[in-house]
């Protein structure tokens, strides 16, 4: 059974930084390349960035560039988001999700095979 498992949200104030996490189970991590995703409230999936297999190389939404940076650890079957500069736009709950093909730039959720539940981030001005 596979299992993604988000941690690292919580309630931050503007400006503040930010690392999640994402522990993987029951799959061959380093054979899958890995994105992050968001979704607020009444908004559709959003991607945020993903890493291909080996790290090697990683897709950027633009919202993020420049205040986000992805990075795994195989030898962990973790996949880490960093935040900066948060702002409430921000607010949403982040997802990892894992795709069998490609190198982390698909941005169709549509295309992800296994999800985590998600951890909430909350941004207070």
């Known amino acids: 059974q596979v299992q993604l498992v988000e941690s690292g949200g919580g309630l931050v104030q503007a400006g503040d930084s930010l690392k999640l996490s994402c522990v993987a189970a029951?799959?061959?991590?380093?054979?899958?390349?890995m994105g992050w995703f968001r979704q607020a409230p009444g908004k559709e999936r959003e991607f945020v960035v993903g890493?291909?297999?080996?790290?090697?190389?990683?897709y950027y939404a633009d919202a993020g560039k420049g205040r986000v940076t992805i990075s795994r650890d195989n030898a962990k079957n973790t996949v880490y988001l960093q935040m900066h500069s948060l702002s409430p736009e921000d607010t949403s709950v982040y997802l990892c999700?894992?795709?069998?093909?490609?190198?982390?730039?698909?941005?169709?959720?549509?295309?992800?095979?296994?999800w985590g539940q998600g951890t909430q981030v909350t941004v207070s001005s």
């Open positions: 029951g799959l061959t991590f380093r054979t899958y390349a």
């Open positions: 890493i291909s297999w080996n790290g090697g190389r990683s």
């Open positions: 999700a894992s795709i069998s093909y490609g190198y982390g730039s698909a941005r169709s959720p549509d295309r992800y095979d296994y």
